[in-house]
């Protein structure tokens, strides 16, 4: 089992650009969740995706949008990068049968 | 509203020593209670959980906390600390299929 697998590992991105990150979840799991980690900080939620449609939103803009695909892998895609967008990326899956979500490596975003 | 918080940020034991980090929450209803280790550059893994019953939850590698509802506390304790401990310890609240909000973390150095 792989567990949860994200793609890229690092990206640098100019300010302005968009980016596109990946995130294949656990086998099993149905329900995958993305998180902003900025340096020297928790986790912060951005969204949860079920069934390829998006279920809980935390606060973040609408430059931050994602899709889930029906083999239950997802996109997290964020538009007109900021400097304040460089974090760690991280996605979570878990099945909805349960609560113990599995967390991948993360994406570490650099915007210069 | 939710929220989660780690009082310390940053803590420093010997090897061998014990070791308690705090935690404490805010949920409006029964909580589920996570704690989380990450390691530099890495995602987060799973140290344990709580969700009912037993107040007193074992992990791995030899972690447990305890959950106190009075105290709205959820403290994690290692008896004895390795060097290999040495990472950043995420708090985590969150309930049934919602998402989880993370306090912002702990990090804890190991003294030889």
């Known amino acids: 089992d792989a567990g949860v697998t994200q793609s890229p590992t690092h990206l640098i991105k100019t300010r302005g650009q968009q980016v596109t990150l990946r995130c294949s979840p656990k086998s099993g799991h149905d329900t995958v969740s993305w998180y902003q980690q900025a340096l020297g900080q928790g986790p912060q939620f951005i969204f949860q995706y079920y069934e390829e449609e998006e279920r809980q939103r935390g606060n973040f803009p609408d430059r931050f949008s994602g899709h889930q695909f029906p083999n239950y892998s997802s996109e997290l895609n964020v538009n007109a990068l900021l400097l304040g967008d460089s974090a760690l990326y991280l996605c979570a899956s878990k099945s909805r049968l349960n609560t113990e979500a599995f967390f991948g490596q993360g994406t570490r975003l650099t915007v210069v | 509203a939710q929220s989660v918080t780690q009082p310390d940020i940053h803590i420093t034991v010997s090897e061998g020593a014990s070791l308690e980090l705090r935690c404490n929450y805010s949920y409006g209803a029964t909580p589920y209670l996570f704690w989380y280790v990450q390691s530099p550059g890495q995602g987060l893994q799973l140290l344990l959980k709580y969700f009912s019953g037993d107040t007193l939850v074992q992990g791995i590698k030899g972690f447990e906390a305890e959950f106190k509802r009075s105290q709205s506390s959820f403290n994690l304790r290692k008896p004895s600390v390795h060097w290999s401990d040495a990472a950043e310890y995420f708090c985590?609240?969150?309930?049934?299929?919602?998402?989880?909000?993370f306090g912002a973390g702990t990090r804890l150095t190991v003294k030889p």
């Open positions: 985590a609240v969150g309930a049934g299929n919602n998402d989880m909000r």
